[in-house]
C-alpha cells in the first residue's frame, strides 16, 4: 500500500517532455511509481481532477536565511509551489558570522526576535535542523560574511594572508555543505574586491565542487563588461557560474539582453558553464543604501552614517546620487517597501519623489533623512523592460528565481510592502507568460523551475517526477494559477496551487498549510 496516491492528473514531469496523463505514487519519502495505477490502495489518495501534477519547483535564489528562523512554515513560498530554496545569495549569507560582524548580526535578528546561536556553516545548518523547516534548504556561502569576517568593510586588494584567510573559510563554509559561493558585487565590502580575490576565492570553492552564484558589479550601463568579468573569473577558478536576476536597468540599456545572452552562448561554446536565473517582474529591490556611492560605505554602517552627516562627504555623494539618477531614472520610481522603525511607516509604499515633496524637501534629501534613521529600509525600484523580462525568460539557459525571501500574512513576516515576488514570482510565471501570454509553453517553464535548477545546484534526486526520486510534487491547476499579491497590496498568498508534498508529506492540501515542517537541509554531502 502507497502512503499517497495522485490519481488523473496531467503530468508534466520537469524534463521538458509533454504532459502526460498518469497516476503519481509516494511510498515513504519518495516517488513509488508513475503510471496507470488503478487498483492501486493508499492511505491518502488526492483525485487531479485533471490538474497539472509537477516535480516541487525549487527557487534557485532565495533569500530566506533569516526568515525561515522567524517562522518556518514558509507561508508564501509553499503556497506557490516551491519546496527548496537556495538561500545565502548576492553575497549574503547567514553564515559565517566573524567576531567583527557578530554584535551587527545580532542587532539584525533582534528585530524578528531571533538569537544568533551560530559563527560557521555547520551551525547554522544544525539550527535550522533543530528548528524544522517547511521547505527544503540549500545553503550557500556569501562573499560579504566572508570578506567582512577577515576585513570588514575596508576598500582595499587584501594581503596574501587575508586572501588565505578568506579561502580558508570559503572551504571550510563548503565542507560544511554549502553548494555555492555567492557574491554581491554591488554591495560592500563584496563590491570591494578584484577580479583576482574573486577567482581565488571560486578556487576554493570549485574544490569541493560548489558553482559560483553572482549578482554582477553592473546590470545597467557596464552589463556587458559584467558580463565578461564574470565569465573571465569562471574560466580562471574552473568554476561553473551562476549569473543571478538576469537583466538590464535603466531606459537606455533596455535591449541590452540579447547582447549579454549572446555573450552567453559565446561562452559555453568557449568551454565555460555559465547559466543564468530570473525574476518576472520589471522592478528590483534591495536596501535603499544601495543608491549611496560605494566608497561612502567603506568603514561600514556606522561610518556611512557619519558621511552623510559630513557636509563635505554629503556634498560628494549628493553629486554623485544625481548623476546616478539621470542615468537610471528619477526618484518616482524608486519606491520604499518597509522600514523597521514605526515612525517611518507612513513612508510604505510611497515614492522617494512623494516622500520629498510630503516633507517640503528634495529626493536625496529625504534619502538621507531615511538613512540616517539608522535602521535598515527597503526599496522596490522600477528599472526594467516588459520586452527584455520575456526575452530573457525563453532562453534556454535561463531559470526561474524569486530573489525573494519566505514572508507571511501575519506575524513580524507581514510588515511593510515588499516586492510581489515573495508571494508570486511562480505562479505568475505560469499564469500570465505561459496561460495568458504565451510567452512560454507549460512544459518548459516547469523545466525552468524544476529540472534546470536542480541540475544546476547538484541535486541529483530532485527536479523530475521519476521511481525512486524525491517526493517533492507541486499540484496546480493550469486554468486558474495566478499571482494575488501586488505592489500595493504584496502580503496575498498565490491562487491555484491545492497541493504540495515535501519529502512525502503533505505541506499544503486544497490551498491551505497542513503546518507539516517536512523539510530538510541539502547539504552538498546529500547529493
Known sequence: MYDLLIKGGKVVDGSGAPWFRADVAVAGDRIAAVGNL??????????AGGQCVSPGFIDIHSHSDTTILVNPRAESKIRQGVTTEVIGQCGSSAAP??????????????????????????????????????????????????????????????????LAAMCDLVAQACADGARAFSSGLIYPPSAYADSDELAALCAAAARY????????????????????????????AGIPVQISHHKA?????????????????????????????QYPYVASSTGLSSVIPQWAHEGGPARLLQRLRDPEDGLRIRREMEQAAIKRGGWDEVL????????????????????????RTDPITAVFDLLLAG???????FGMSEEDVKTVMRHP??????????????????????????????????????????????????????SLPAARIKLADRGLLRPGLAADITVFDPDTVAERATFVEPHQYAGGISLVVVNGRVAVSSGEHTGQLAGRVLVRRDS
Not at 38 to 47: C, F, I, L, S, T
Not at 212 to 228: A, C, F, K, P, V
Not at 336 to 359: D, F, S
Request: proline share 3%; hydrophobic share 40%.
Open 249 to 277: 536597468v535603466g531606459r537606455d540599456n533596455w535591449g541590452k539582453v540579447r547582447e549579454s545572452l549572446a555573450m552567453l552562448e559565446e561562452a559555453r561554446r568557449g568551454g565555460v558553464d555559465v547559466t543564468c536565473d
Open 209 to 236: 565542487g560548489a558553482i559560483y552564484m553572482t549578482h554582477m558589479r553592473n546590470e545597467g550601463d557596464g552589463l556587458l563588461d559584467s558580463i565578461r568579468e564574470t565569465v573571465d573569473v569562471a574560466r580562471r
Open 397 to 450: 539557459l535561463v531559470m526561474v528565481g524569486s530573489d525573494g525571501s519566505c514572508l507571511a500574512d501575519y506575524g513580524p513576516l507581514s510588515a511593510g510592502k515588499p516586492h510581489p515576488r515573495n508571494y508570486g514570482t511562480f505562479v505568475r510565471v505560469l499564469g500570465k507568460y505561459v496561460r495568458e501570454e504565451g510567452n512560454l509553453s507549460l512544459e518548459e517553464a516547469v523545466r525552468k523551475m524544476t
Open 38 to 47: 488503478d487498483g492501486a490502495k493508499a492511505v491518502q489518495v488526492v483525485e
Open 375 to 381: 535602521k535598515y529600509v527597503g526599496m522596490i525600484r
Open 97 to 162: 558570522i566573524a567576531a567583527r560582524s557578530v554584535e551587527f548580526a545580532r542587532g539584525m535578528a533582534k528585530e524578528y526576535g531571533i538569537e544568533i546561536t551560530w559563527d560557521t556553516m555547520a551551525g547554522y545548518v544544525r539550527e535550522v535542523t533543530r528548528r524544522g523547516v517547511a521547505v527544503n534548504i540549500v545553503p550557500v556561502v556569501g562573499h560579504n560574511a566572508i570578506r567582512t569576517a577577515v576585513m570588514g568593510y575596508e576598500r582595499r586588494v587584501p594581503s596574501p594572508e587575508e
Open 336 to 359: 520604499i517597501a518597509g522600514t523597521a522603525l514605526p515612525e517611518l511607516k507612513q513612508w510604505e509604499g510611497k515614492t522617494v519623489e512623494q516622500i520629498g515633496q510630503a516633507r
